[in-house]
């Protein structure tokens, strides 16, 4: 029997001597690893000693984090597609100074991949799905010997076998999570976009997981998100609070994929929030599908000052095919009338999806300008392994396959060569040029530098980061 007593959990190193890995130092924002934190806080529960390691703020190489690892009795690590290579230097590093641990992975991209991760030799265990209950079921299995065979949502391997996972791993009832355990994170660490906080210190949370829409280009379409699941109007309230009396949170960024899909939850969190004459500044994400006069009103009058939206293109035939369920017009309704409730509106737009043309990329360029958003995030088509997108362009000459394994990715919002993909109709020169006009166009209309002059001149923080951004349009 082996005790499993102290365990530290790694968000990969993508900052050395205070600068990323992968280049980009402009206004990216460094939020909290909630995900760690949420699975820390289910092993505590259980008593078990648990650490945090966010390489997203602390400079250590792959090598000193390996050296760390000494003294602990399991790792855990996390992955998305595209710094999934920064994840896998750590575990090469960690299987030289420590060979003996038990490793676990999990995360988005190796829960599209869980042989992956296995067959290089890089870990014991991979989840495939979410991951607080499958790793409280490997702890238990390791500490009393029970048969793997009996792991829900964990691929393994075992005496040089790999076994696949039984099903994903999926959490029924968030709402039964502890809150997420902020006191093992670098609180003061992180940093929001100061483009898009109005009040400091500012945080975020996350209220649900999954997403109705299934759009063809995102992983919500893998099996353990297809299902929404929310955490209750009191329980947010309840972490509201924590991070208010706590943290001296003033301001709260919601992260759900859409935080305004589920109406009677909102209606439960304005008569909470109102009974405790209880408001706090925060944003949240919605869909264009989403979209209820009556709910903005009221998240209005609890705090909310913007929106943000996945537009994503202005051709009906390039929506479709993303499988966006929305049209033009709806577009054009749905951000007029959250503009005319005096709300903040942010748009998402993305680029160089299958069949897309230059023609195309312009006239949603052009349309980004039309609807007179408040901020626009323009950002390339990256396929994502377990996605509809993805099957689509896999067998394309101009798809790097495997690029995972070849490159780190900076953030699609500023890509810069190679590019992963680019449609046939356009080449990659080309893309990214429409992506710089894109920026250009869209930020340097009058109205977007009055606007930001205006709130540089009451924030220093938003000064520095239009600098940036500035430096970043003029560079290209």
């Given at each position: 029997m082996k005790k499993i007593s102290r365990i530290l959990l790694i968000n990969?190193?993508?900052?050395?001597?205070?600068?990323?890995?992968?280049?980009?130092?402009?206004?990216?924002?460094?939020?909290?690893?909630?995900?760690?934190?949420?699975?820390?806080?289910?092993?505590?529960?259980?008593?078990?000693?648990?650490?945090?390691?966010?390489?997203?703020?602390e400079n250590a190489t792959?090598?000193?984090?390996?050296?760390c690892t000494h003294g602990y009795d399991l790792v855990g690590i996390t992955s998305t597609t595209f710094q999934v290579k920064i994840s896998y230097q750590v575990l090469e590093e960690i299987r030289k100074e420590n060979p003996v641990i038990p490793i676990v992975i999990g995360g988005p991209h190796v829960s599209c991949l869980p042989f992956e991760p296995l067959e290089?030799?890089?870990?014991?265990?991979?989840?495939v799905g979410e991951g607080e209950e499958a790793l409280l079921s490997i702890i238990n299995a390791i500490e009393k010997n029970i048969d793997l065979t009996s792991l829900i949502g964990v691929a393994y391997k075992l005496n040089g076998q790999i076994y696949p996972a039984k099903y994903s791993g999926m959490i029924k009832d968030i709402n039964s999570l502890p809150l997420p355990a902020r006191h093992l994170l670098p609180i003061k660490k992180y940093r929001t976009s100061a483009i898009r906080t109005r009040k400091y210190p500012a945080t975020s949370m996350i209220t649900s997981r999954g997403c109705p829409m299934q759009c063809n280009f995102c992983f919500n379409q893998l099996p353990y998100r297809k299902n929404v699941r929310f955490i209750s109007a009191e329980k947010i309230v309840e972490e509201m609070t924590q991070l208010v009396t706590k943290y001296g949170a003033k301001e709260i960024h919601f992260w759900d994929d859409n935080f305004l899909v589920n109406k009677p939850r909102i209606d439960r969190l304005f008569a909470i929030m109102q009974s405790k004459k209880m408001k706090i500044s925060f944003d949240c994400e919605g869909t264009i599908n989403s979209f209820d006069p009556e709910v903005l009103k009221k998240i209005k009058k609890i705090g909310c000052y913007s929106v943000s939206y996945g537009i994503e293109s202005v051709n009906q035939r390039i929506l479709d095919l993303m499988g966006k369920k929305t049209s033009i017009e709806q577009i054009r309704l749905v951000v007029k009338e959250t503009k005319k409730l005096g709300l903040d509106v942010r748009g998402y737009f993305l680029f160089g999806f299958p069949t897309e043309t230059k023609e195309d990329v312009l006239e949603t360029i052009n349309f980004s300008k039309e609807l007179k958003l408040t901020d626009a995030t323009f950002s390339l088509f990256v396929p994502l392994p377990g996605t509809k997108a993805y099957?689509?362009?896999?067998?394309?000459?101009?798809?790097?396959?495997?690029?995972?394994?070849?490159?780190?990715?900076?953030?699609?919002?500023?890509?810069?060569?190679?590019?992963?993909?680019?449609?046939?109709?356009?080449?990659?020169?080309?893309?990214?040029?429409?992506?710089?006009?894109?920026?250009?166009?869209?930020?340097?209309?009058?109205?977007q530098i009055l606007n930001k002059l205006s709130r540089s001149l009451k924030s220093y923080r938003v000064f520095k980061e239009s600098l940036k951004g500035l430096r970043s349009l003029i560079k290209g």
């Open positions: 990969p190193p993508q900052v050395s001597k205070g600068k990323f890995l992968d280049g980009y130092q402009g206004t990216r924002p460094v939020l909290p690893a909630l995900g760690l934190a949420y699975i820390a806080a289910c092993l505590e529960k259980q008593n078990y000693k648990v650490e945090i390691f966010d390489g997203m703020v792959a090598s000193e984090i390996a050296v290089k030799g890089l870990a014991d265990f991979c989840v099957e689509m362009v896999k067998d394309e000459p101009e798809f790097m396959k495997d690029y995972w394994d070849k490159i780190i990715l900076s953030e699609i919002s500023f890509p810069k060569p190679p590019l992963v993909y680019h449609p046939r109709s356009i080449s990659e020169i080309d893309l990214l040029c429409l992506h710089r006009l894109a920026l250009r166009k869209f930020y340097l209309q009058p109205r």
